[in-house]
């Protein structure tokens, strides 16, 4: 596809599971980005990989949440022993490299209940 | 860390005429201000952005200004549309490089567009 693609786009789990989001970035961007996004707020940084390295994770609010781009490519984010309070949209988005702007996907809704 | 704050929450304006939001930070080594367009359902759009360098950026009904002094920065837009109604985020960051890496949002503004 033509743009960021993020799955699923809605994703209801219990309290204390495990999730996986999965975002494909746009061909050939190397630079790639996760947001997370509570209603009426604005984005939440929560990491950004160059390549296959995280380049700066300074945004994750804690050890349960943990991302892969393994390939340099496809990137999933990990969310271990949910809580209600993980309840957002997550936002991922991809540039060309670093520097150059940058394209966000539809987000995925994640309910914890 | 990096606060921002938007003003105001929700705007209102008649077709034609100009909308301005405004934001300020905290963090004086900000040097990267992007505004984003999130309409209903959708992810954020970059659909301006200034360095700190520059006071002023144009793009036909677009423009922001920065005011690095004062530590705000404006988005302004004229001739108003109704397709302009939408959520707009002001964003800042430390990397003037650009992209979407550690970028700190205000809390958004929704513009109504009245016919």
């Known amino acids: 596809g033509a743009g960021v693609s993020q799955t699923p786009s809605n994703k209801v789990t219990e309290k204390g599971k495990y999730v996986e989001l999965r975002c494909d970035p746009i061909?050939?961007?190397?630079?790639l980005y996760w947001y997370r996004q509570s209603l009426g707020q604005g984005p939440e940084f929560l990491i950004y990989?160059?390549?296959?390295?995280?380049?700066?994770d300074s945004g994750l609010p804690n050890d349960r949440f943990f991302a892969v781009r393994p390939e340099g490519s496809v990137s999933t984010l990990k969310i271990q022993r949910t809580e209600r309070g993980d309840s957002a949209v997550y936002l991922c988005?991809?540039?060309?490299?670093?520097?150059?702007?940058?394209?966000f996907g539809q987000g995925t809704r994640l309910t914890v209940v | 860390g990096e606060n921002v704050e938007q003003h105001p929450s929700t705007l209102s304006v008649q077709e034609g005429d100009s909308a301005v939001i405004k934001c300020t930070y905290s963090?004086?080594?900000?040097?990267?201000f992007p505004w984003y367009k999130q309409e209903l359902g959708k992810g954020p759009q970059l659909i301006i952005d200034?360095?700190?360098?520059?006071g002023e950026k144009k793009d036909q009904r677009i423009a922001v200004t920065l005011n690095k002094t004062a530590k705000h920065f404006s988005l302004h837009i004229t001739e108003t549309q109704p397709e302009d109604s939408a959520v707009y985020f002001c964003?800042?960051?430390?990397?003037?490089?650009?992209?979407?890496?550690?970028?700190?949002f205000g809390k958004g503004t929704h513009l109504i567009i009245q016919p």
């Open positions: 061909s050939g961007h190397t630079a």
């Open positions: 990989f160059q390549g296959t390295g995280a380049a700066d």
């Open positions: 964003a800042a960051s430390l990397d003037s490089g650009g992209g979407a890496d550690g970028l700190t």
């Open positions: 963090d004086s080594a900000s040097n990267y």
């Open positions: 988005a991809s540039s060309a490299d670093r520097g150059h702007e940058a394209f």
């Open positions: 200034i360095r700190s360098n520059v």
